[in-house]
């Protein structure tokens, strides 16, 4: 089992930069696959990123590719979503995700995770 915890949101100007962070505890952080996803008022819970056990491998969705980057570092138990060029529509509240998994492809889908944080807020005024 793993326990999440987000950090890292805040109000920032259209344009600015944010890095969320994602500190796991329990065992074995090295054998979840990641995942950051992101839900709006009034909309449902949206793809933003994965990456696999290793790193290896990572995805993300259409609207933030090219701005945003995940990443993780196993030996500390963290995972990071570093988001530039902010727009006003990326306002949401941001979660973390993880599942136990050794394969070599990433997890778009939210049903496929387990494990949850309790979300982190990011606000981006035009």
């Known amino acids: 089992q793993v326990q999440l915890v987000e950090s890292g949101g805040g109000l920032v100007q259209a344009g600015g930069s944010l890095r969320l962070s994602c500190a796991a505890s329990?065992?074995?952080?090295?054998?979840?696959?990641m995942g950051w996803f992101r839900q709006a008022p009034g909309k449902e819970r949206e793809f933003v990123a994965a990456?696999?056990?290793?790193?290896?491998?990572?995805g993300y969705a259409d609207s933030v590719k090219g701005r945003f980057t995940i990443s993780r570092d196993n030996a500390k138990n963290a995972m990071y979503l570093q988001m530039n060029s902010l727009k006003p529509e990326d306002t949401a509240v941001y979660y973390c995700?993880?599942?136990?998994?050794?394969?070599?492809?990433?997890?778009?889908?939210?049903?496929?995770?387990?494990?949850w944080g309790q979300g982190t807020q990011v606000t981006v005024s035009s």
């Open positions: 990456i696999t056990w290793s790193g290896a491998s990572t």
């Open positions: 995700a993880a599942v136990r998994s050794l394969g070599s492809s990433y997890r778009r889908d939210h049903k496929m995770y387990d494990y």
């Open positions: 329990g065992r074995a952080f090295s054998t979840y696959a």
